[in-house]
């Protein structure tokens, strides 16, 4: 069948592309500080500090010290260009052996979980025994750049080589060059920001505000639960002050959400849905995974959580209003469960990062169409539908915050601590499925297993 | 030990003040004859319930080249005691002039990591004066308790030389030790120092002492340009050691030569390894790399 859209393809023998025949990689645990609203304790702490804070309690959890780790890969997605080496830099800063080699990735708010994903498969491929994934982010202490005028005033003059050439090249010069510029969340192609994008998408898929504020709600309130239970108690290592994330609202109510006032689509009149409340704010913080082989988990005696048994990405096409900015997840589960054969009722846990309640909503209606999963998946149906009780159990984004790197990171530990308690509770293997929206119209997607 | 009680002061002192109230001391001083006396005041001075602010911290961790941990980096508990133990200096029965007195030493024990939330209480007093080939020198001695509790987490011992002043009963030590020529080896760090570094530090650790802030405040104290402070020499040389050192340690350098503003600084450090291949201890030495003028050196050992 033609289709406009991504087709999926069927399961694929073990040993094939897709289920390697390698070894397991596990996710051994976690380490994160808690992610604070912009502006507040983290304010004067760069992507640096939060990151090796991050990596030095992750050390000190589980005994790292002097230790040379396979390799390190985290991200930040709004970085200071002095920042090149930003992973290296903070292995250097910490506890690890000096010649713990590191590399800096970046795919939007996608980069946390990708590194989770390419650390595992070097592990799987053999390549190393060991290795830390991870991310910062911070708004506060966000890059200023200046503008294009003066930055090529300033290259020109460097350029120059006499008083007359060095007097012409800044005469170009403007006042208006002088301002610097602040970086925004706009899409490149398009100039809308991410809010407005999924503001069309959330009208497109008839989003309600009472569904959204209601996500928004149940977040709040199973991170605060997640939190008083102590699940975050190896998880999480207090930082500036803080000890729980700034953002967390344990006492916020439905009918305090119901208040606010629209913010993104407000073009679209009436139909505007999209608040403060039902948004991610802008975050500082930093996370991190300790990913390993089997047998060095082993020789380490550290615990196994769960393994990273495969990954999709994908993109859609959102600069001409093909797909919303934020949907590119819809494509790429239906591929990676197909890969090995499962649905989503194999799924004990979702871990649907919550860039807007709408994004998550919108996620969820797209696999509950008949006619989308038909004409955009190449299915014979709806792709599926989520079981609520099963999605963002410990609380996601809305309410713990989201420094863009960091929360791949974040969830990817919660969701592996999680398994490994429900399989421990029901005797059996428990799945769980990280999905992440990025800028750029990306999604990655990952399969996690328990052990 | 002594018995003497000591003075409990309700606050920090004001560096400003302070530098202030030795000038006038020293104005006196030279008007009314010096001070006759060779013993030392036996009191220590004492702040209790010292709190850290946050900002001043990260601040000067970036300054330093610390990232910014919760953990109180132990050159900035140096900072954060400094006034104190100006203060205990700057007593009328002090036997030296506060103003000019060179920093030739600095030994501290950082023997439990302080957290940034921490509630403090620091005590300061003076010992051992004692004879120096150029005049007389004396011992600072500093301690940083938790709040409340007996166990000192931080010791520092800075040893001060009032150059050209010569005390009744205090023996002139004798001849200085033959000196060993300094041979610069191959540098492992070059700290490239602008002519604001001075008040770079001072901002973080506030010692506005003016010999360090400028060209034209240093010349009026008879210096020939600015100099940088030696703890934040110091205190680079203990951040570029690393975290290697772990959470309690010793830390020893010793000033050997100015580091005049602006400058080039050459620096070395090593590390040598016990048996067992943990770190045991580092070494740095820095020196200018155009006169291989040594500046100062010293060591970071495991504790």
Not at chain 2, 119 to 143: C, F, P, W
Request: hydrophobic fraction near 45%.
């Amino acid at each position: 069948m033609s289709i406009d859209g991504q087709t999926t393809a069927g399961p694929v023998e073990p040993g094939k592309a897709g289920t390697p025949a390698t070894r397991r990689a596990v996710i051994v645990g976690g380490n994160r500080i808690p992610f604070a609203r912009a502006g507040g304790q983290y304010a004067k702490s760069s992507n640096l500090d939060m990151l090796t804070a991050a990596l030095d309690g992750l050390i000190a959890r589980f005994g790292l010290q002097d230790e040379r780790i396979g390799e390190v890969a985290a991200g930040a997605v709004l970085k200071h260009s002095r920042d090149f080496n930003l992973t290296r830099e903070a292995v250097l800063g910490s506890a690890l052996s000096a010649e713990t080699p590191a590399y800096d990735l970046q795919q939007a708010c996608a980069t946390g979980l990708e590194t989770v994903v390419g650390l595992a498969n070097k592990i799987k491929l053999g390549q190393i025994d060991s290795a830390i994934a991870g991310g910062v982010d911070s708004a506060s202490d966000a890059p200023i750049v200046v503008s294009e005028g003066l930055r090529e005033v300033i290259l020109d003059l460097n350029r120059a080589r006499t008083l007359p050439q060095r007097l012409q090249v800044l005469s170009r010069l403007r006042p208006k060059d002088l301002a610097p510029l602040a970086p925004g969340t706009a899409e490149p192609r398009t100039g809308l920001s991410m809010g407005e994008h999924q503001a069309l998408t959330t009208a497109q898929w008839k989003v309600s505000r009472e569904a959204q504020d209601e996500l928004a709600f149940n977040s709040h309130r199973n991170l605060a639960a997640a939190y008083e239970a102590g699940f975050f108690d190896d998880l999480v290592t207090p930082y500036r002050g803080l000890s729980r994330d700034g953002n967390l609202r344990a006492d916020t109510s439905l009918e305090k959400l119901a208040t606010l006032k629209p913010v993104f689509g407000k073009n679209l009149g009436a139909g505007a849905t999209m608040t403060a409340g039902n948004s991610t704010p802008l975050t500082d913080g930093a996370s991190t995974v300790l990913l390993a082989s089997e047998a060095w988990a082993d020789a380490h005696d550290l615990p196994k959580l769960a393994a990273v048994v495969d990954a999709e990405a994908a993109a859609v096409d959102f600069v001409h209003g093909k797909d919303g900015l934020l949907m590119a997840p819809v494509f790429a589960v239906p591929r990676l469960l197909a890969r090995h054969g499962l649905t989503l009722a194999d799924i004990d846990f979702f871990e649907i990062h919550e860039a807007f309640a709408a994004t998550v909503l919108s996620t969820l209606a797209a696999w509950e169409d008949e006619e989308f999963g038909r004409t955009r998946l190449g299915l014979e149906g709806a792709f599926g539908s989520v079981d609520r009780s099963r999605l963002n159990v410990n609380g996601s984004s809305l309410a713990a915050g989201h420094p863009f790197a960091a929360t791949g990171g974040r969830i990817a530990a919660s969701l592996a601590k999680q398994l490994h308690a429900k399989a421990g509770a029901d005797g059996r293997p428990v799945r769980g499925l990280v999905s992440v929206c990025a800028a750029g119209g990306q999604g990655v997607v990952a399969l996690l297993e328990s052990l | 030990m002594t018995s003497t009680q000591p003075v409990i002061l309700g606050e920090m002192p004001s560096l400003s003040k302070l530098y202030v109230n030795a000038a006038a001391q020293a104005a006196r001083r030279r008007l009314l004859g010096t001070h006759e006396g060779s013993v030392l005041p036996a009191e220590s001075h004492e702040v209790r319930g010292v709190t850290v602010d946050v900002a001043t911290l990260t601040a000067y961790q970036h300054l330093i080249g610390e990232t910014a941990s919760d953990v109180l980096p132990a050159g900035f508990l140096h900072a954060l005691a400094f006034p104190l133990a100006m203060s205990v200096m700057n007593r009328d029965d002090f036997p030296l002039p506060l103003l000019g007195m060179i920093h030739l030493r600095n030994s501290v024990q950082q023997r439990v990591p302080l957290h940034f939330s921490d509630t403090l209480d620091i005590s300061a007093r003076v010992e051992n004066l004692r004879g120096h080939r150029a005049g007389t020198q004396v011992d600072l001695i500093a301690e940083v308790r938790r709040r409340g509790s007996g166990e000192i987490c931080w010791l520092g011992i800075s040893t001060y030389l009032a150059k050209g002043v010569f005390l009744p009963g205090i023996d002139k030590a004798s001849a200085a030790p033959a000196r060993t020529e300094f041979t610069a080896p191959d540098p492992t760090a070059l700290w490239h120092l602008g002519v604001d570094t001075g008040r770079a530090y001072a901002a973080v650790s506030g010692d506005f002492n003016p010999i360090h802030l400028s060209v034209l405040s240093a010349k009026a104290l008879g210096m020939r340009r600015s100099i940088a402070h030696g703890m934040y020499l110091a205190a680079r040389a203990l951040a570029d050691v690393g975290p290697s050192r772990g959470d309690s340690f010793t830390w020893d350098v010793e000033f050997d030569a100015p580091v005049f503003l602006p400058c080039t600084v050459a620096l070395e450090i090593n590390s040598v390894e016990d048996d067992a291949g943990a770190w045991s201890r580092s070494g740095f030495v820095a020196w200018n790399p155009r006169s291989g003028r040594r500046h100062f050196h010293g060591s970071v050992g495991a504790l």
